[in-house]
């Protein structure tokens, strides 16, 4: 089956630094993306691994491990405007490019 | 600014009623997508269009109909629908295998 797992919630304080794990099992690997939604509002691309390793896109990063199955967001510097859900979605391929979301962490920054 | 612009933004029908969901990006992407999404739960796909072709239909009632009448364009059609369809729709495109694309969505309500 396709699972992919993230923590339903996490706090942390403005300044601060916060990782966001996901885990995940799929069939097909193409890709893992990171998107960032306010409540209410479209969720918005923050970050994208193809290939093991870090990705650096100035106060967010993502990591990657194809054989671990296993992704992080760093969110640094946290601001109040990063409260929000982060959404971590594989994309796999089974014919047609498909994407499937995890669960997504609703992250609180407390001042 | 979105890229990709859903109309309407807000709408509220009867379980009788007939009624159509707009999506339109002009980014050249070749596929497109429909989701449908809970308040605190991620976005769950229901139909992908590649090519302009439907490829893939995650077991969706056929009271959601979609259509792509060209390249830029996708609909979704609405008829008969239940209280329990009342969610956020969004739209997305994207370059496959790349990030997708997230329209603003239409926030519908089912009286």
């Known amino acids: 089956g396709q699972n992919i797992d993230q923590p339903t919630e996490m706090t942390a304080t403005e300044g601060a630094i916060v990782q966001i794990n996901c885990t995940y099992q799929?069939?097909?690997?193409?890709?893992l993306f990171w998107y960032q939604q306010h409540a209410g509002e479209a969720p918005t691309f923050l970050s994208y691994?193809?290939?093991?390793g870090l990705e650096e896109k100035g106060r967010f990063s993502s990591f990657l491990s194809r054989s671990k199955g296993y992704s992080y967001l760093l969110l640094k510097e946290l601001q109040m405007k990063d409260s929000a859900s982060y959404l971590c979605?594989?994309?796999?391929?089974?014919?047609?490019?498909?994407?499937?979301f995890g669960t997504g962490t609703r992250l609180k920054v407390l001042a | 600014d979105t890229e990709v612009t859903q109309t309407p933004k807000h709408l509220v029908m009867g379980m009788t009623n007939k009624k159509s969901l707009k999506c339109e990006q002009h980014?050249?992407?070749?596929?497109m997508y429909w989701y449908k999404q809970k308040a605190k739960k991620p976005p769950e796909l229901m139909f992908v269009?590649?090519?302009?072709?439907?490829?893939i239909n995650e077991s969706v009632p056929s009271r959601f109909s979609p259509e792509c009448p060209n390249s830029s364009l996708l609909n979704l059609h609405l008829h008969a629908l239940q209280p329990e369809d009342s969610a956020l729709y969004l739209c997305?495109?994207?370059?496959?295998?790349?990030?997708?694309?997230f329209g603003d969505g239409t926030r519908l309500s089912i009286l």
């Open positions: 799929t069939s097909g690997f193409n890709g």
């Open positions: 979605a594989v994309s796999t391929t089974s014919g047609t490019y498909k994407y499937i």
């Open positions: 980014m050249g992407h070749r596929a």
């Open positions: 691994n193809v290939l093991d």
């Open positions: 269009y590649s090519y302009e072709k439907l490829s």
């Open positions: 997305a495109s994207s370059q496959e295998p790349g990030p997708q694309h």
